[in-house]
């Protein structure tokens, strides 16, 4: 028998124990194979590796449900399902939280020294570093925890290495002096993707460079006039005729004396500005171009931190800022600033904190990325890599295709030391796997380690093969990769998708397929399938901010509805492209969803406790199995059984094509709208355990009931893992079959079979709908006439025969769902009753009221007396002319209405008199 469960559904008593129990019991570990053959299907996918600074917000939530699902869904398929989760070692992000924590200190790390701050970091990720690994436990992410990596790790780092010196020699990592964008609050050189632009309203300059002569000067117009303190030269267009006289001539660069070249170059705009262009190589991209075409000079005139350096003389030690007011007042004394204009641009600003960045020449390691691209580009044009929704593959394309080489080093302490090192004596650097003994170009021993770090997106772009053993050709890489799928957010796509894709793709066509093969394109790609999941928003679809103030805490969510309520909502909603406008109105509806099922579970277990005390037996050992029915079981059976075969089916359907929300919508529907709203009322009929029951029907209807319950069960657990585990275990009173209910068969349409509906599976469900609808005409009709609801009425029914055939085998149904005290297949004896029409029926409803004829007098004289006592008041202020010349209009008017109100009480009571008059007198 089943164990109890509380009256109340209360998700704080049961989530916290079974996250716990399933952490615990390791049950959803997934060992290595020992041998392919024979192996099931695989389902392998990584998490997005959270930073280990990170919090879990609500794009946490949503991701981590559909992934749980989907794992979930695959397992209870029968398939080999492996989530690996991990936490990515975030080296900006940690570096800052580590510092802060230092300074509070009243210390920097430059005075801890490098190894010192480390071991801080070190620490800090000890004891701070695991909460949202700790959260995803509480959420009941169903990963494999004894997987869980983190990218730091001694195993990953040495794969780090690996791949680094392995490009290195490739000869696709190099070492050179090129503009990288530089944050000075982080230090540190940063990607594209890592700069955000928003535009701003910001002021241009325009400056008068004289010749050197002093016969004519030439007007630049620049935003950033601090930096014209590296200015190198001038351009202007060789076709520009108004400059065609000055090619070759030199300029003086005002504040500095340098004399600077006045040089062709197609890059200047005739059209724009003045048509002359100021060269600052070391302070911007295109300038920097322009002066290796011209083997100009780059002079650096700020230091990291964004102030003015020595080269900028006079402005050395100022923040670029303050030099810049300097520098402007300087000008306009000179009589040099021509003009100063309002105008529109397009600031930099880095992601992480910020700060708006600077253009800076640097000394970088580069990946020349195109040879990885090609062949990231042609694994998704091949369809090796199918997105969804497909509309991200022409983004992907038009980033690819337009892609720069990847500046993979970082001016940081925190993340994987680059492993090259420097000679003291040659000035060639060494790279090694290991740390070398002497410099590999002249055996010097003088060798430093280079400073940098990599770009936390090197190493993690490295996890769908390093997380399986790369560069070891290990069992795991054999049997797990690629995996199957990536679900992530479209704001990563070209900071880590990408970058998979083209790690994937370069470094795994070297490893053999496990026959021995040589491996193709198609399997060397990290995944299989990209679903990119939306955004979630606030109800009113506002991105969430905490400027705004409307960012959602999902753990706060989940202490109020419980974790199912809220992955169902996230589910409901997800509809593949489509952003999510999450509401506490629609976590709260499947709140009542979820009290729903519990309360259905209570009614069947009492019916189980009702059967064993009528010696009715019931076997829990086959449930699970296949559904079954025939020709000759009651139709609300052998349409349940049908309904269920159908939800099971597009649930199915929906998940397979990520369609998360007709997922959850189809399951709610089947179970609150066919399942409880209509099955469970009409099996209530057929569980009879009185003596003189049919025990053959009681019985059999009982295991139907708990047959369905128990599959729709399972097809429930995907969405809402907690509530589904506490209510199957109890019913098979804390022993069930498996040690959890996410072992157990998913349902699909083909487990259910009905032999009635073999020839014409929809015989059965238009059997059912015409009830159903029969039963709705007759409850509004009741409505219509004001049938008390513990009073039965007589129904007339006609229609066609098959119409009446099915009614006429279901009676019992219909007057028990109905209230019907009887049907009569003819048209109603009394004329002028509302009537329902069907597509092949017609119903009405003839209800005579029983009156008390002496009651009923007493109540409407009673009544009556009231009603003229208070027109008797009405009508004396009404004739009351001096009230009339002093009453409000308002008051007046309301008067007459209720006036008017009462008389036709008055005339309705009077009737109803002699209605009963009439009534006596027959």
């Given at each position: 028998m089943p164990r109890e469960l509380s009256k109340a559904y209360d998700p704080t008593a049961i989530e916290a124990r079974w996250a716990e129990y399933w952490v615990r019991e390791r049950l959803f570990e997934v060992p290595t194979p020992e041998k392919l053959d024979g192996v099931p299907p695989r389902f392998t996918l990584l998490l997005p590796p959270p930073n280990v600074t990170g919090r879990l917000h609500m794009g946490h939530m949503l991701n981590q449900t559909e992934?749980?699902?989907?794992?979930?869904?695959?397992?209870?398929?029968?398939?080999?399902?492996?989530?690996?989760?991990?936490?990515?070692?975030?080296g900006i992000a940690t570096q800052m939280m580590v510092e802060r924590q230092v300074a509070k200190e009243g210390k920097t790390r430059q005075e801890l020294g490098r190894e010192a701050f480390v071991e801080r970091v070190w620490e800090w990720k000890q004891e701070y570093g695991g909460a949202i690994l700790d959260q995803m436990k509480r959420l009941g992410a169903s990963v494999d925890w004894s997987r869980e990596y983190f990218t730091m790790d001694e195993r990953l780092s040495v794969a780090v290495k690996e791949a680094f010196v392995r490009l290195y020699e490739q000869g696709l990592i190099y070492r050179g002096a090129y503009i990288v964008n530089w944050c000075p609050r982080c230090q540190t050189a940063i990607s594209d993707l890592e700069v955000v632009h928003e535009e701003q309203q910001g002021k241009l300059y325009e400056i008068r460079y004289p010749l050197v002569d002093g016969t004519d000067s030439v007007t630049i117009a620049t935003t950033r006039p601090e930096t014209m303190l590296g200015d190198v030269a001038v351009v202007v267009n060789p076709t520009?005729?108004?400059y065609l006289h000055l090619h070759g001539k030199k300029l003086r660069l005002p504040l500095t004396g340098r004399e600077i070249p006045i040089l062709p170059d197609e890059w200047a705009n005739p059209e724009f500005g003045t048509g002359a262009v100021k060269v600052t190589p070391a302070h911007d991209p295109n300038d920097?171009?322009?002066?290796?075409?011209?083997?100009?000079?780059?002079?650096?005139?700020?230091?990291?931190?964004?102030?003015?350096?020595?080269?900028?003389?006079?402005?050395?030690?100022?923040?670029?800022?303050?030099?810049?007011?300097?520098?402007?007042?300087?000008?306009?004394?000179?009589?040099?600033?021509?003009?100063?204009?309002?105008?529109?641009?397009?600031?930099?600003?880095?992601?992480?904190?910020?700060?708006?960045?600077?253009?800076?020449?640097?000394?970088?390691?580069?990946?020349?990325?195109?040879?990885?691209?090609?062949?990231?580009?042609?694994?998704?044009?091949?369809?090796?890599?199918?997105?969804?929704?497909?509309?991200?593959?022409?983004?992907?394309?038009?980033?690819?295709?337009?892609?720069?080489?990847w500046c993979i080093s970082r001016q940081l302490w925190w993340g994987h030391r680059i492993p090259a090192w420097h000679c003291a004596n040659c000035r060639e650097i060494t790279v090694a796997r290991d740390t070398p003994a002497a410099c590999s170009h002249c055996g010097n021993e003088k060798l430093t380690q280079e400073t940098d770090v990599l770009d936390t997106w090197?190493?993690?772009?490295?996890?769908?093969?390093?997380?399986?053993?790369?560069?070891?050709?290990?069992?795991?890489?054999?049997?797990?990769?690629?995996?199957?799928?990536?679900?992530?957010?479209?704001?990563?796509?070209?900071f880590w998708v990408a970058r998979m894709i083209m790690l994937g793709c370069h470094f795994m066509l070297d490893v053999p397929m496990p026959d021995g093969?040589?491996?193709?394109?198609?399997?060397?790609?990290?995944?299989?399938?990209?679903?990119?999941?939306?955004?979630?928003?606030?109800?009113?679809?506002?991105?969430?901010?905490?400027?705004?103030?409307?960012?959602?805490?999902?753990?706060?969510?989940?202490?109020?509805?419980?974790?199912?309520?809220?992955?169902?909502?996230?589910?409901?909603?997800?509809?593949?492209?489509?952003?999510?406008?999450?509401?506490?109105?629609?976590?709260?509806?499947?709140?009542?969803?979820?009290n729903k099922i519990w309360n259905a579970a209570r009614f069947i277990f009492m019916q189980m406790e009702r059967a064993k005390e009528a010696g009715v037996i019931v076997d829990l050992q086959h449930l699970g199995q296949t559904l079954a029915s025939n020709e000759h079981a009651p139709l609300e059976e052998r349409w349940i059984i049908s309904r269920f075969s159908q939800c099971s089916a597009d649930v199915n359907h929906a998940l397979a094509d990520y369609r998360f929300d007709d997922a959850a919508n189809r399951t709610y529907q089947f179970f609150w709208g066919e399942f409880c709203d209509w099955y469970l009322e009409v099996v209530k009929i057929r569980l009879d355990f009185g003596e003189t029951a049919d025990k053959v029907t009681t019985t059999t209807a009982l295991a139907t009931l708990l047959s369905v319950f128990e599959a729709s069960l399972r097809l429930l657990s995907p969405f809402m893992?907690?509530?589904?585990?506490?209510?199957?275990?109890?019913?098979?009173?804390?022993?069930?079959?498996?040690?959890?209910?996410?072992?157990?068969?998913?349902?699909?349409?083909?487990?259910v079979r009905d032999n009635d509906l073999d020839a014409k599976p929809a015989a059965v469900d238009l059997e059912m709908f015409l009830l159903k609808e029969?039963?709705?005409?007759?409850?509004?009709?009741?409505?219509?006439?004001?049938?008390?609801?513990?009073?039965?009425?007589?129904?007339?029914?006609?229609?066609?025969?098959?119409?009446?055939?099915?009614?006429?085998?279901?009676?019992?149904?219909?007057?028990?769902?109905?209230?019907?005290?009887?049907?009569?297949?003819?048209?109603?004896?009394?004329?002028?009753?509302?009537?329902?029409?069907?597509?092949?029926?017609?119903?009405?409803?003839?209800?005579e009221r029983q009156v008390d004829v002496a009651a009923e007098?007493?109540?409407?004289?009673?009544?009556?007396?009231?009603f003229e006592k208070e027109m008797e008041s009405k009508q004396k202020q009404l004739q009351n002319e001096a009230f009339l010349a002093k009453a409000p209009v308002k008051v007046v008017d309301g008067l007459r209405a209720r006036a008017d109100e009462l008389q036709s009480l008055i005339e309705k009571a009077n009737a109803a008199l002699r209605a009963l008059e009439s009534l006596e007198a027959q």
């Open positions: 992934m749980d699902i989907l794992t979930r869904w695959h397992r209870m398929r029968g398939e080999l399902s492996l989530w690996v989760p991990g936490t990515d070692h975030a520009d005729v108004r920097f171009a322009i002066a290796e075409r011209h083997k100009l000079p780059s002079i650096v005139v700020m230091d990291e931190t964004a102030h003015m350096n020595a080269e900028a003389g006079v402005y050395a030690g100022l923040d670029r800022y303050e030099a810049r007011k300097r520098i402007l007042a300087d000008l306009e004394q000179q009589g040099l600033l021509v003009a100063v204009r309002d105008y529109v641009n397009s600031i930099g600003k880095c992601d992480r904190c910020k700060t708006v960045v600077e253009p800076r020449l640097s000394t970088q390691w580069f990946i020349k990325i195109q040879p990885l691209a090609d062949k990231a580009i042609e694994a998704v044009e091949t369809g090796a890599i199918r997105f969804m929704p497909e509309q991200y593959k022409k983004t992907y394309f038009e980033w690819m295709r337009n892609i720069h080489d090197f190493s993690s772009g490295l996890l769908p093969f390093t997380v399986f053993g790369w560069p070891a050709q290990t069992p795991d890489l054999a049997a797990f990769y690629p995996t199957q799928l990536l679900v992530t957010g479209f704001d990563i796509l070209f093969s040589k491996r193709m394109l198609a399997d060397a790609v990290p995944f299989r399938e990209v679903y990119i999941h939306a955004l979630v928003r606030d109800a009113d679809r506002q991105k969430m901010s905490k400027t705004k103030g409307n960012v959602i805490d999902p753990i706060e969510i989940i202490h109020q509805y419980g974790t199912d309520a809220v992955r169902f909502t996230l589910a409901s909603m997800a509809s593949p492209g489509t952003d999510i406008a999450f509401s506490e109105a629609r976590t709260e509806g499947y709140r009542a969803f979820a893992p907690f509530l589904t585990e506490e209510i199957w275990t109890a019913l098979y009173d804390g022993a069930p079959p498996l040690k959890s209910i996410a072992l157990s068969r998913f349902p699909g349409g083909s487990e029969i039963i709705a005409d007759i409850r509004n009709l009741r409505k219509e006439q004001d049938v008390p609801e513990k009073e039965a009425a007589p129904v007339f029914l006609t229609g066609a025969d098959n119409a009446i055939r099915i009614v006429q085998n279901n009676e019992e149904m219909i007057q028990r769902l109905a209230r019907a005290s009887g049907i009569s297949y003819s048209k109603p004896p009394v004329q002028g009753l509302s009537i329902r029409h069907g597509v092949n029926y017609e119903v009405a409803l003839h209800y007098r007493e109540r409407l004289a009673k009544d009556l007396a009231k």
